[in-house]
């Protein structure tokens, strides 16, 4: 089975960064990554921008990602300052190959998704036919506001830009309950199910211990149903990829893991992989 990691981080070379990568027995550079994905049958990666918008997407290798170019807090300040050539921006990225998406933070930058900032980056993301990925649900660090990044937030952008393909990172997670319900009622609305677990895991203690969320989180998958707009991602480095690729494998119904680990990604994000 052919595996494409639909949410995925590439980090420069930092401490804490690989410390946190090596945790989870990983190495934190692309060299690494080269080598441990046929062993895993990943074939391709979707990276979630951060950083300075001049230098995301110069450093992806493309044979091997693609990328949505990412409006985190360092690129708008947290919400402070707004570039004004912004939407000029992104187009210059948009109009790139490797490009698939763009990627929005908005618990981080505590901005509303519907506010007028990002009004033209949805005619843009429309006009070019690349969804807009959020980010949606717990945030990593508490500043952040949890109400910028709730799967509600997202149903009012979706409703009112019916054009625009959306993606809600990380099924909304904890908020399942409102995040399937957005994913069922938006006919452009995907998601991923990237970050749900984090650091080192023991999968058989975890599904023990966690048997209540686990029940949870399959159910409400279930009862929505749509297995052609549930993706595969792994919110790499912050997981070990095999443990989540079982982990994955554990709640996603055996018949749909075809779609969920490689179709579903590669035609929502028009990635063109055979």
Known sequence: MKIIDAHLHLFPSEPNINAMT?????????????????????????????????KQGTDYP??????CVGLDSLVLDRGNTIPIDLP?????????????????????NKIWLTSPIYEPIYRLAAQYDKPVAVHMGLTAY???????????ALDEA?????????????????????AAAVLEKNPNVSTDLS???????DLPTFYQERAG?????????????????IM???????????????????????????KVFFSNANQIYGLCLS
Request: aromatic share 14%; charged share 20%.
């Open 22 to 54: 090596q945790r989870v027995g990983h190495e934190n550079s692309v060299e690494h990554l080269r080598q441990v994905y046929p062993s895993l049958s990943i074939v391709h990666g979707v990276v979630m921008g951060n950083r300075d918008l001049t």
């Open 62 to 67: 493309s044979d091997l990602f693609h990328y």
């Open 88 to 108: 000029d921006q992104i187009e210059e990225h948009l109009k790139k190959e490797a490009c698939c998406g763009v990627k929005l933070y908005p618990g981080y």
């Open 142 to 152: 508490p500043r952040a506001y949890l109400k910028y990044s709730h799967p509600l």
């Open 158 to 178: 979706a409703a009112d830009h019916r054009k625009t393909r959306f993606v809600m990172c990380h099924f909304g997670n904890p908020f399942l309950q409102e």
């Open 195 to 201: 970050g749900l677990l984090e650091g080192a895991v």
């Open 213 to 229: 969320y686990l029940s949870l989180l399959q159910s409400w998958l279930c009862y929505v149903g749509r297995w052609d707009k």
């Open 232 to 258: 595969y991602g792994s919110d790499w480095p912050i997981i070990n990829l095999g443990d989540y690729i079982s982990f994955i494998q554990h709640i996603v119904p055996e018949q749909h893991w075809e």
